[in-house]
Antibody
């Protein structure tokens, strides 16, 4: 059974940093791109970042480019999202999700989400 | 950037009725469109990928169609658990991956 478990969310002040983790199980982790998607309170889904299976390529939304960094440790089946210079508008539930096939970014499994609140 | 427009924002149906949801792209995206369902407090769930393919475990009452710029998600006979928010998403040209703004399916 595929499982994705996010952690690391919480309350942080503007300008602060957080690192989110997503531990995966139930599939060959290194064979699939992984993606972070966020959802601000009461709003729709926003793609944040994707990393390929081997970790060699990363992609970012313009809204987070230069502030967020996605990485993965295939030996631990875990993907990370390092978030720096956080802003109030980064407040959201952050989901990690698995690509349905290699780098085919339809997202067939999602974690339960972790809430990030940026506020003073 | 590819923009996906879902209209209307809210649809009202009764259980047992047939529902059709729309997603329109501002440029040709072939068949590279997915549909997700999201219930309150839950993560999204993939219903349809590549316009018309259902992942294992998705009920047959959900079907997708379309290509190019116009896409449709059809729920043939609404069950009480189908009342939720539905999002479309394209993957042909990325980054960025883009989602529609969502359609809320509510009980009439």
């Amino acid at each position: 059974e595929v499982q994705l478990l996010e952690s690391g969310g919480g309350l942080v002040q503007p300008g602060g940093s957080l690192r989110l983790s997503c531990a995966a199980s139930g599939f060959t982790f290194s064979s699939y791109a992984m993606t972070w998607v966020r959802q601000a309170p009461g709003k729709g889904l926003e793609w944040v970042s994707t990393i390929t299976g081997g970790g060699g390529r990363t992609y970012y939304a313009d809204s987070v480019k230069g502030r967020f960094a996605i990485s993965r440790d295939n030996s631990k089946s875990t993907v990370y999202l390092q978030m720096n210079s956080l802003r109030a508008e980064d407040t959201a539930v952050y989901y990690c999700a698995k690509a349905i096939e290699a780098a085919r970014i339809s997202l067939d499994y999602w974690g339960q989400g972790t809430l990030v609140t940026v506020s003073s | 950037e590819i923009v996906l427009t879902q209209s209307p924002a809210t649809l009202s149906f009764s259980p047992g009725e047939r529902a059709t949801l729309s997603c329109r792209a501002n440029q040709n995206i072939g068949s590279f469109l997915a549909w997700y369902q999201q219930k309150p407090g839950q993560a999204p769930r993939l219903l349809i990928y590549d316009s018309s393919n259902r992942p294992t475990g998705i009920p047959a009452r959900f079907s997708g169609s379309g290509s190019g710029t116009d896409f449709t998600l059809t729920i043939s006979s609404l069950e009480p658990e189908d009342f939720a928010v539905y999002y479309c998403q394209q993957r042909i040209t990325w980054p960025p991956i883009t989602f529609g703004q969502g359609t809320r399916l509510e009980i009439k």
